[in-house]
């Protein structure tokens, strides 16, 4: 089992920047892959970005360039770093990792951007 518990969400105007935390607890050691979605009100959860263990990083189109996925191993925990913020990024963003074919989820952090 893996326990993941994210942080950094808040209220930002658009343009600016904030940087999401997803701790990861548990049989870390088997993890394939890290990664974040969304889900803004009134829509489908969204893929946002993946990093893959061996290192391959995938961003949606739609926060390439703004975006930024990382991993600090030591403190088994996975970053989104959101820059260029826009009102369309409001949502709730879930960490998720994979092991094999199962997936764990975050409960999720709120980030919203108005001004």
């Known amino acids: 089992q893996i326990q993941l518990v994210e942080s950094g969400g808040g209220l930002v105007q658009p343009g600016g920047s904030l940087r999401l935390s997803c701790a990861a607890s548990?049989?870390?050691?088997?993890?394939?892959?890290m990664g974040w979605y969304r889900q803004a009100p009134g829509k489908q959860r969204e893929w946002v970005a993946t990093?893959?263990?061996?290192?391959?990083?995938n961003y949606a189109d739609s926060v390439t360039g703004r975006f930024t996925i990382s991993r600090d191993s030591a403190k088994n925990t996975v970053y989104l770093q959101m820059n260029s913020l826009k009102p369309e990024d409001t949502a709730i963003y879930y960490c998720?990792?994979?092991?094999?074919?199962?997936?764990?989820w975050g409960k999720g952090t709120l980030v919203t951007v108005s001004s």
């Open positions: 548990g049989s870390i050691a088997s993890i394939n892959a």
């Open positions: 990093l893959n263990i061996g290192g391959r990083i």
């Open positions: 998720n990792v994979r092991v094999l074919t199962t997936y764990y």
